[in-house]
């Protein structure tokens, strides 16, 4: 049976199909079922939907909030190396 064999290929877009299936099992059904029966979850989902934060946006850097914790943190670096310098 070759690489190319039409067994050989079905089985690999059956599988592809399968890992699809249970993709969209775990992430459209399983992980929301979650944090709606988990209270602790559920809370955090509430809270996050009344403050309308985008839990998902803090990754990026295009968000006011990273951009002004990236600061703070480039300040209080650029400070302790000015202390250090100083000390030495």
């Not at 067994?7 to 969209?24: F, K, N, P, Y």
């Not at 459209?28 to 989902?45: A, D, F, K, N, T």
């Not at 209080?76 to 000015?82: D, G, I, M, S």
């Amino acid at each position: 049976m070759s690489f190319l064999s039409s067994s050989g290929r079905s089985a690999q877009w059956a599988r592809l199909i399968m890992g699809g299936t249970v993709a969209w099992l775990v992430l459209g059904i399983l992980i929301p079922w979650v944090y709606r029966s988990v209270p602790i979850l559920r809370h955090s989902c509430e809270q996050q939907d009344r403050y309308d934060i985008e839990a998902g946006a803090i990754y990026y850097t295009d968000v006011p909030v990273s951009l002004d914790s990236e600061m703070a943190s480039r300040r209080a670096v650029q400070k302790a190396l000015e202390l250090r310098r100083k000390s030495m």
